[in-house]
């Protein structure tokens, strides 16, 4: 790939290295008496690949770049000043995000022929009433959203 397809490239790209990260935890806040009122847990991953490989229909290359976030996370919350699960009595809450974005370059010769980017979301929101130990009310907000960018 000449220096100039290669600026073209890296231009449409993120500008980072590919890499793997992710992160585990615990979370609690308390109430104005000191107690904990709401307790949880977060999980969060995300991450970038990127592939170079030659495109032998058009004699070029096809970079495929594709970042991935995750997010799992859950608490419960007491209706009054003090969360105490044991007496199954408290409010819960669930979070489930997930995006990709991946981008797709071809290249012919010593040009750009095709750029584009398709993102996918997923969001899942829910909240359960929980009393004596089973759900009394449940609600959920579900999201998808999918779109592609012509970029060149």
């Not at 095709?114 to 009433?129: G, H």
Request: charged share 30%; proline share 2%; hydrophobic share 25%.
């Amino acid at each position: 790939m000449s220096d100039g397809l290669r600026d073209q490239v890296q231009s449409l790209q993120s500008g980072l290295a590919d890499f793997k990260a992710d992160f585990s935890a615990d979370s609690q806040r308390t109430s104005r008496i000191g107690s904990i009122q709401e307790a949880g847990h977060a999980d969060y991953k995300i991450s970038q690949t990127t592939t170079d490989r030659p495109n032998t229909a058009t004699g070029g290359r096809s970079v495929t770049q594709s970042q991935t976030e995750e997010l799992d996370a859950h608490f419960e919350k007491s209706r009054t000043f003090t969360l105490d699960r044991s007496k199954g009595n408290y409010d819960a809450y669930t979070v489930k995000d997930s995006k990709t974005v991946t981008t797709l370059i071809d290249t012919v010769k010593d040009s750009v022929s095709r750029a584009m980017r398709k993102t996918d979301e997923q969001q899942l929101k829910t909240y359960s009433r929980i009393e004596d130990f089973k759900p009394t009310e449940h609600n959920e907000w579900p999201s998808q959203r999918s779109f592609t960018e012509r970029l060149r």
